[in-house]
Antibody, heavy 116, light 107 residues
């Protein structure tokens, strides 16, 4: 069974940092693009970043470029999102999903709250 | 940046009725369009990919059509579990983007 499980969310002050993790199982992680998508409370979906199988290609939405870094560890079937210089508008549920374009399996998400 | 506009924002129908949801792209996305269903407190679920292909395990009452800039998700006969928010998504050009969603509610 394919599973992706996010962790690492929490409350952080504006300007702070947080690292999200995603543990994948039930599929060959090393052959899959992976993505992070977020959803602000009561709002729609926003693609944050994606990363190629070997980590050689990464894409970011403009709103997070220069502040967030996506990475992966294929040996541990894990995906990461390092977030820094966090802003109020980064408050959202962050979902990890399999795929770089077609997101076919999603985790349940981890809530990040940026507030003073 | 490609903008996806979904209509209507809210659709009120009864179980057994046919639902037609629309997604329009600001420029051609070829067939690189998908549809997702999201229920409260849950992650989105992939329904349709590449405009017209049902994802694994998706019932046949869900169908997608269109190409270029105009796309449609059709639910042929609504079941009680189909009432949810539906999003379209393009992967033609980065940044990939989602529509703002259509809420399908029980009339």
């Amino acid at each position: 069974e394919v599973q992706v499980v996010e962790s690492g969310g929490g409350l952080v002050r504006p300007g702070g940092s947080l690292r999200l993790s995603c543990a994948a199982s039930g599929f060959t992680f090393s052959t899959s693009w992976m993505s992070w998508v977020r959803q602000a409370p009561g709002r729609g979906l926003e693609w944050v970043a994606n990363i190629k199988q070997d980590g050689s290609e990464k894409n970011y939405v403009d709103a997070v470029k220069g502040r967030f870094t996506i990475s992966r560890d294929n040996a541990k079937s894990s995906l990461f999102l390092q977030m820094s210089s966090l802003r109020d508008e980064d408050t959202a549920i962050y979902y990890c999903a399999r795929g770089g374009g077609s997101l076919d399996y999603w985790g349940q998400g981890t809530l990040v709250t940026v507030s003073s | 940046e490609i903008v996806l506009t979904q209509s209507p924002a809210t659709l009120s129908l009864s179980p057994g009725e046919r639902a037609t949801l629309s997604c329009r792209a600001s420029q051609s996305v070829s067939s690189y369009l998908a549809w997702y269903q999201q229920k409260p407190g849950q992650a989105p679920r992939l329904l349709i990919y590449e405009a017209s292909n049902r994802a694994t395990g998706i019932p046949a009452r869900f169908s997608g059509s269109g190409s270029g800039t105009d796309f449609t998700l059709t639910i042929s006969s609504l079941e009680p579990e189909d009432f949810a928010v539906y999003y379209c998504r393009q992967r033609s050009n980065w940044p990939y983007s989602f529509g703002q969603g259509t809420k399908l509610e029980i009339k």
